[in-house]
């Protein structure tokens, strides 16, 4: 993988708490690199990838898990909740409770590490394996 491959994955990992600083501190960037690099591969700024992939993890927990949109919000990396209701409705046009509802839940189930993963992601600094079941 090139080195922005490896940064993406980190994001994707690390979600919950990534920064600039923390990408520079992990990789050996000064930020202004990191940013410029990410921009120019992705097309999207840093603030952006973090926000599309925080929000495309929340929509995947809200259909696929039963945890709370609360848990969901803290564990996508925000703590502010009412900023994170704002940012999910300027997305998807509706809170997150609405869609959960409109697009429907709970197709999986959180398992625990010794079970098969079909998609293994940090939730609040734990590993968490989430299996889609082969049944709605």
Known sequence: KDIIGQMLGYINDHLDHVTLSVLSSKFGYHPAYISSQLSQKTGKTFSQIILSQRMERA????KNTDLSIE???????????????????????????????????????????SERVGMLFTLQGKRINVKVNDTV
């Open 59 to 62: 929509v995947f927990l809200m």
């Open 71 to 113: 848990e969901i919000s803290l564990g996508v990396g925000y703590e502010n909740q009412s900023y994170f209701f704002r940012q999910f409705k300027k997305r998807y046009g509706m809170i997150p409770r609405r869609y959960r509802i409109e697009k429907g839940q709970k197709v999986c189930k959180l398992l625990k590490n």
